[in-house]
């Protein structure tokens, strides 16, 4: 049974930085493409980040020299480390990979 588990979100300043966290599990992590995504409110679900199996990254130009994606596939844990929030970044942030999702993990940007 696949399973995705994010942490790591919380409340932070503009400016600010945190890191996400999605472990995996029941399936083989190293051979998958990963996505962060991301759903603000009262926005259409929007993908943010990227990492193929060989470790190319891709992202949102909203969050390109921002946000970076990584992977650990010993620990079978996706990062998505972000920096410089803004406001705009509040949203449910939710690991995703071919059809499974994780619950999401909130992010709220405000001063």
């Known amino acids: 049974q696949v399973q995705l588990v994010e942490s790591g979100g919380g409340a932070v300043q503009p400016g600010g930085s945190l890191r996400l966290s999605c472990v995996a599990s029941g399936f083989t992590f190293s051979s998958y493409v990963m996505r962060w995504y991301r759903q603000g409110p009262g926005k259409e679900r929007e993908l943010v980040a990227s990492i193929s199996s060989g470790g190319a990254t891709d992202y949102a130009d909203s969050v ?23 406001p705009e970044d509040t949203a449910v942030y939710s690991c995703n990979t071919v059809v499974h999702w994780g619950q999401g993990t909130q992010v709220t940007v405000s001063s």
């Open 64 to 86: 390109k020299g921002r946000f970076t994606i990584s992977r650990d596939n010993a620990k079978r844990t996706v990062y998505l480390q972000m920096n410089s929030l803004k």
